[in-house]
């Protein structure tokens, strides 16, 4: 696919749902959600003006601070790598070549860099994608450590309603790192793979009348059958696992997502706004794709996780459950999923894995949404994004050598 020039689809030219009523070729609407690009300019941070969501309440702590820590700013933007092409890029290129609509970037708790695409609104929550697959990971593994989940359960220990599907036998710890196997393909350029039959589950793309398949996350995961291999050999990304593990949760806590999230993470940050999750026709959250928050909110539940847990003068979780994360997950089983862009790496109850020469670790989400942490550098950094496309394996190859350039850099300042 040829990717249209970043400055082509800057956002405030565009002019999306100016207006009112906006122009005919102006309006982005629910079924207009993903595509044409560059629909996603607009709808990736109004999400919640096209579905329906439920809040993630910031509670009524104050506000923590972000300080900052002045001089890297340019020396960052100047930055120079050498590209996937072989060629020279800077920092600022990069974050061209990734559509960022946000970028912030922290190092031993201060803020360093900050940027934003002009008229994206820094105080409106953004869509993170995948990444909301690592914040349920995150709990997950918390319930673990507290005894309330077992992983070495079968999934139909807690939900008997995937007896019959291709989750039978599979253990929650399998879910947790995607090697559970069943049969379901997540082909994002491929309008006939099963993962267009999820989103039609989750309310994300439109429902013809006639439409015979599943209208809801949880009447469709029981559909889904049996895959080839024995579970536990081989690590392939499917978002329905993280729906199935976001059930699980909901079962053993009888909350929901969206309840999970704020009581245990987002009402102890300090966060700045509200989030939200998006939900299914029947009210479930999209556990692996759906939660909506700023940038600066994203940079503070990372900067949490790089400090083992603690934040905001409190223990949000454990820091056993961060070093879980950090250890990994079978990197020979990663390889079956022919993640070449990512060589050398893990994926460990929702979070991928570096196996770096720093320990880095990352959540990462469809069109370009990142958190990546440097723990030997003390660094942080967040990104939102609207790539034309969705998967990783448009963004990782220049993304790997620009967080070692810039840990690179960071060293020597911390020197």
């Not at 539940?301 to 223990?315: D, I, K, S």
């Not at 942490?373 to 220049?398: D, F, K, Y």
């Amino acid at each position: 696919m040829e990717l249209p020039d970043p400055e082509s689809v800057r956002f405030e030219p565009l002019q999306l749902m100016e207006g009112f009523p906006p122009p005919a070729d102006k309006q982005v609407t629910m079924a207009g959600f993903m595509r044409p690009y560059p629909n996603p300019r607009w709808s990736f941070h109004h999400a919640r003006e096209l579905f329906p969501s439920r809040r993630v309440a910031r509670g009524n702590e104050g506000v923590s601070a972000l300080l900052r820590a002045d001089g890297l700013e340019q020396k960052i933007g100047e930055l120079t790598f050498v590209g996937p092409d072989g060629e020279p890029m800077s920092f600022v290129q990069y974050l061209d070549s990734t559509y960022v609509d946000g970028v912030l970037i922290m190092q031993h708790g201060k803020v360093i860099f900050e940027q934003y695409e002009a008229g994206v609104p820094a105080d409106e929550p953004h869509i993170l994608w995948s990444v909301t697959k690592s914040v349920v990971g995150l709990l997950a593994t918390q319930l673990i450590e507290e005894g309330a989940l077992d992983p070495n359960a079968l999934v139909t220990r807690y939900l008997p309603e995937l007896e019959d599907s291709g989750w039978r036998g599979a253990t929650v710890q399998q879910v947790l790192n995607m090697t559970a196997d069943i049969d379901y393909s997540e082909v994002y350029a491929d309008r006939t793979s099963d993962v267009a039959r999820y989103s039609r589950a989750a309310g994300m793309s439109p429902v013809h009348p006639d439409y015979a398949g599943a209208r809801d996350l949880y009447s469709y995961l029981p559909t889904i059958g049996p895959g080839v291999d024995e579970h536990g050999n081989a690590f392939r990304y499917r978002t329905t696992h993280t729906e199935t593990l976001g059930w699980i949760l909901r079962r053993v806590t009888g909350l929901s997502t969206a309840a999970l999230i704020e009581q245990r993470i987002w009402s102890k940050l300090g966060a700045e706004q509200d989030g939200y999750m998006l939900l299914d026709p029947k009210g479930a959250e999209w556990a692996g794709a759906g939660f909506n928050v700023t940038l600066r909110d994203l940079a503070r539940f990372a900067e949490m996780v790089r400090l083992n847990g603690e934040f905001n003068g409190q223990q949000i979780v454990s820091p056993a459950v961060v070093q879980t994360l950090r250890e990994g997950g079978d990197r020979e089983a990663f390889k079956a999923a022919g993640r070449d862009f990512q060589p050398g790496y893990s994926y460990r109850n929702q979070w991928w894995i570096s196996h770096n020469k720093d320990g880095a670790y990352e959540a990462l989400g469809v069109h370009g949404q990142m958190i990546h942490i440097n723990p030997a550098v003390g660094m942080v950094m967040v990104r939102l994004s609207s790539h034309p496309v969705a998967t990783s394996a448009q963004t990782m190859p220049v993304t790997i050598p620009a967080m070692e350039a810039l840990a690179d850099l960071l060293r020597i300042n911390a020197g």
